[in-house]
């Protein structure tokens, strides 16, 4: 009988375990059908509806220093080739008449997204200059304490279009909303290697025999263009001899998830060219690369997201160092979605330092792109003290403006005790660079 007892808890809890995974699925199922527009992965426009409820701090507790960083709005596609080279193979078919009816309709689109991103690449559209002004606007109604005369301001980006042009936009919101102001902003390559590190060892072993033929097998059970290409031509032969089937559906996939930025927003879609499983398809393998190059898979060795160690270690240098000042600071930092991505992961937060082989299941666990790195994303350290004489500094961490769960116990959760924090994630960065050195010495 008491065998029959174990026996049976152990199958109640693989079950509830089963069961667990099972909802999380369905649960980022449930939010792509709510906004289809998650179903653009890392492309996805981060909502700037009203942030959830904070927790209240512990008594007494006040926010005294927040450390930002950031990714770029919406923005025009950085490679013209997704309008250029889809607008001449569909202008092509058509001069060709091998078009159907929804392939002439879906050449007209096109033309319009084409030619409102013209000469634009990589500029901010006009939603994510709104988006990073009103992400701002939040982030000043939600901490007031930090938002006083007497504040500081840093605000940097790295060296690229679109990154500064969300600085910019931040700023003339913080601007227009304090007065006076007492902020500068930058833009240069010298802060680098903690805004976008570099590691070539890292990143060559990114994509490695093992990974590329999991992921090659992993594409290949998720992909069937057939249904879609004989929507669009009439000439299935056409399709086989002169167009790369693939490509084009992954170029109109980026392209759909790209109309949510431009002017066209709610005027049309593209998601509608393909079916609701078609979709889960292409955001499947979206998300699984994304996972391989900056999050904790194994099959590479699980150390992707390591590439934000120097990320991390400022923050941390950055936290102490702000323990005794008097006056609130804030550095707003933004730079690209991987670097977003990868230290959401180093820092495991809400579990996305999940570390599995097994690309079908990140479903399973709720790994999704969408939720760690949309246009727009970003991960917020807020610190807390009583006054400047508090041994007790607390952090708080938001993901995207919401409460993050840290991998360390606390007892006053969503907010962690800063020597526990800054002592988990100094032993972690030290094993690793533990680890690789031991490896360089054998």
């Not at 802060?191 to 590329?212: A, G, H, K, N, Y």
Request: proline share 4%.
């Amino acid at each position: 009988m008491k065998k029959l007892l174990i026996a049976a808890a152990l199958a109640s809890a693989a079950l509830s375990g089963a069961s667990a995974q099972d909802s999380k699925a369905l649960m980022i199922e449930k939010e792509v059908k709510a906004d289809i527009n998650r179903a653009a992965g890392m492309f996805y426009a981060r909502s700037t509806s009203k942030p959830h409820k904070d927790t209240p701090a512990p008594k007494g507790k006040k926010p005294f220093y927040i450390n930002h960083y950031g990714c770029p709005g919406p923005f025009y596609l950085d490679k013209s080739e997704y309008y250029t080279e889809t607008y001449a193979t569909f202008a092509k078919a058509d001069s060709l008449g091998k078009l159907t009816k929804l392939g002439k309709d879906v050449l007209q689109r096109i033309t319009l997204l084409a030619q409102d991103a013209k000469d634009r690449d990589g500029e901010l559209t006009e939603r994510g200059a709104q988006q990073s002004r009103t992400l701002v606007k939040q982030m000043i109604d939600r901490f007031p304490d930090m938002f006083t005369p007497k504040g500081y301001y840093s605000v940097r980006s790295v060296v690229e279009n679109r990154c500064i042009m969300t600085m910019q936009e931040g700023l003339l919101q913080l601007s227009s909303s304090l007065r006076p102001i007492v902020a500068r902003s930058k833009a240069s390559q010298q802060e680098r290697r903690f805004m976008d590190p570099v590691d070539d060892e890292l990143t060559s072993q990114r994509i490695d025999s093992l990974t590329s033929i999991t992921y090659e097998r992993f594409t290949d059970l998720n992909t069937n263009d057939n249904r879609l290409m004989s929507s669009l031509f009439n000439d299935m032969n056409y399709v086989m001899t002169s167009i790369d089937a693939a490509k084009l559906s992954k170029q109109l996939f980026i392209l759909a998830g790209n109309v949510q930025h431009s002017s066209y927003a709610g005027v049309f879609s593209l998601f509608d060219i393909f079916t609701p499983e078609e979709i889960h398809r292409h955001w499947r393998k979206q998300n699984a690369w994304h996972y391989i190059n900056y999050g904790g898979c194994k099959l590479n060795g699980g150390w992707q997201a390591y590439l934000q160690r120097s990320t991390l270690r400022n923050m941390i240098h950055m936290g102490d160092s702000m323990v005794k000042r008097y006056n609130p600071l804030m550095h707003l930092r933004y730079t690209h979605a991987n670097v977003i991505m990868s230290l959401a992961c180093l820092m495991d937060l809400n579990g996305y330092g999940l570390h599995t082989a097994n690309l079908d299941s990140l479903e399973d666990y709720g790994w999704a792109n969408f939720r760690i790195a949309p246009l727009g994303g970003s991960i917020m350290m807020i610190h807390y003290r009583t006054d400047r004489d508090d041994p007790d500094v607390l952090v708080k961490v938001l993901l995207n403006g919401d409460e993050a769960t840290l991998p360390i116990p606390t007892d006053c959760a969503p907010y962690y005790h800063w020597q526990d924090v800054k002592r988990y994630y100094l032993r972690k960065l030290y094993r690793y660079e533990n680890r690789r050195l031991n490896n360089k010495r054998r």
